[in-house]
T-cell receptor
């Protein structure tokens, strides 16, 4: 299973961009990179995912390096409500067409005024 | 609109007393998952159902079992809870097809306390 490495914590000022890095050097060609976040005492929330190309949605942007060994999640204008633990996950493909997510330790992002 | 619903949100049980946690979904997803999340740790997958096909993780204790009577509902049964089973239990669902990318939708969790 491809593993991910993230910094344990990061700080960001409100209104600034938050750039959360993730290393996944053992990722295989057909594995996707997913990002979820978990606000305190809530269930994890899906943010974005990608395979090779950079992706953007209403929540964030995902930048994946050309060799796919690392990625960066960008929250363009962080707010206090973005304070959460952010998980970078490589989707593990199982037989039969279904998959599972293996959560690592994640990055605890603190957005401050 | 609630999509993955877990009841109750907080559950207190006594050591050794069986307890059942419930999850329901309005998404009509074919896959349902149960995760255990202990304090300050990441969620850990216990098992999942692909339709009616049950899949246990290798390190999930025998004390944990699950039932899925229909597409919408899934139950987590803890036969004899120990103090170490105190945790947040998260239910998730996804629509899965071979070769497709997907996302999991999580419920708010049930926090289990064992006294």
């Amino acid at each position: 299973d491809a593993k991910t490495t993230q910094p344990p914590s990061m700080d960001c000022a409100e209104g600034r961009a938050a750039n959360l890095p993730c290393n996944h050097s053992t990722i295989s060609g057909n594995e996707y990179v997913y990002w979820y976040r978990q606000i305190h005492s809530q269930g994890p929330q899906y943010i974005i995912h990608g395979l090779k190309n950079n992706e953007t949605n209403e929540m964030a942007s995902l930048i994946i390096t050309e060799d796919r060994k690392s990625s960066t999640l960008i929250l363009p204008h962080a707010t206090l409500r973005d304070t959460a633990v952010y998980y970078c996950i490589v989707r593990v493909a199982l037989g039969g067409g279904y998959n599972k997510l293996i959560f690592g330790a994640g990055t605890r992002l603190a957005v401050h005024p | 609109d609630a999509m993955v619903i877990q009841n109750p949100r907080y559950q207190v049980t006594q050591f050794g007393k069986p307890v059942t946690l419930s999850c329901s979904q309005t998404l009509n997803h074919n896959v349902m998952y149960w995760y255990q999340q202990k304090s300050s740790q990441a969620p850990k997958l216990l098992f999942h159902y692909y339709d009616k096909d049950f899949n246990n993780e290798a390190d999930t204790p025998d004390n944990f079992q699950s039932r899925r009577p229909n597409t919408s509902f899934c139950f987590l049964d803890i036969r004899s809870p120990g103090l170490g089973d105190a945790a947040m239990y998260l239910c998730a669902t996804s629509r899965d097809r071979l070769g497709s990318a997907y996302e999991q939708y999580f419920g708010p969790g049930t926090r289990l306390t064992v006294t």
